[in-house]
């Protein structure tokens, strides 16, 4: 059985998050990753008691952003959450540029600079901040921050609790991939590892991504590099599509189940 992780981003368009968690719990699923705004559509203290009655862990939390004063300062609230709800990681979302700005090094600081600023409160709190460069086309108005290179070097810059995410769909182009990975294993800063597909043609850039096997990503080529890299964590499906949203969850659910059993397992064709 491999080990999967559904990012509830997947189904939440059909499933909140109390029905999210019982697809997963249906499914022998026994890790999740959650986000603040749903937790508050269904009430904290019920999507608690549901998640200790599965008996259920949390990996991701998303997530603090975007670094606006606004955003940020509602980051103590969230990580604070994030620690009642035990996760592993916090994703960080930095945003884009400010309006009017095309200084993007001075962009890239700033955002540093607030990632610096929260890691205190996140290391008292026992929790890890998650950096996961986005596809370089969304550096304008969603990330500054679009390879595995540049969030490595803020990692050792920054130092203790904070690490990266490696998600497919933004990182599958890189020619620097394999070495980036293995950096970040090296350091023992793989926090997860997140997989969906690059369909061809992509018709929107955040809400087109790919089930697993449909688009043109290497899948298991990448989760090599990762499982080489040392990183022996669960494979999360995360995929923002307006196509899957409108499927019945369960269906998603099952379908990328056989797809990452297929892509991953260890009966997968040679
Ligand atoms: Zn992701």
Redesign the pocket.
């Known amino acids: 059985m491999i080990d999967v992780v559904f990012?509830h981003a997947t189904v939440r368009n059909r499933a909140d998050m109390l029905q999210f968690l019982d697809l997963c719990a249906e499914r022998g699923l026994g890790t999740v990753s959650i986000w603040g705004n749903e937790i508050e559509k269904v009430g904290e203290a019920r999507a608690l008691e549901a998640l200790r009655a599965h008996g259920m862990r949390v990996s991701g939390y998303n997530r603090i952003g975007p670094f606006t004063p606004e955003g940020l300062g509602k980051a103590r609230a969230e990580l604070e959450r994030a620690a009642r709800f035990g996760a592993d990681h916090v994703?960080l979302f930095t945003g884009g540029l400010a309006k009017g700005e095309r200084d993007l090094p001075r962009a890239r600081d700033r955002a540093e600079a607030a990632i610096a600023g929260l890691l205190p409160m996140t290391l008292d709190l026992g929790l890890k901040l998650a950096i996961?460069p986005l596809h370089p086309m969304l550096v304008g108005d969603r990330t500054v921050i679009a390879s595995l290179g540049h969030a490595n070097d803020i990692c050792e810059r920054l130092g203790e609790g904070v690490g990266v995410?490696i998600?497919v769909?933004?990182l599958w182009w890189d020619e620097h991939l394999e070495a980036e990975i293995a950096r970040a294993g090296k350091a023992g800063r793989i926090l997860?590892f997140?997989v969906?597909d690059w369909l061809i043609p992509t018709r929107h850039l955040l809400t087109d991504r790919g089930m697993m096997g449909d688009g043109i990503i290497d899948l298991a080529g990448i989760e090599g590099m990762v499982r080489r890299a040392g990183f022996a964590g669960p494979i999360?499906v995360?995929i923002f599509s307006e196509d899957w949203w409108q499927r019945d969850p369960a269906e998603v659910m099952d379908i990328a189940l056989d797809r990452c059993k297929a892509i991953f397992g260890r009966d997968r064709a040679a």
Do not use: K, L, Q, S
């Open positions: 990012n994703f996961e995410v998600d769909h933004h997860g997140h969906n999360e995360e």
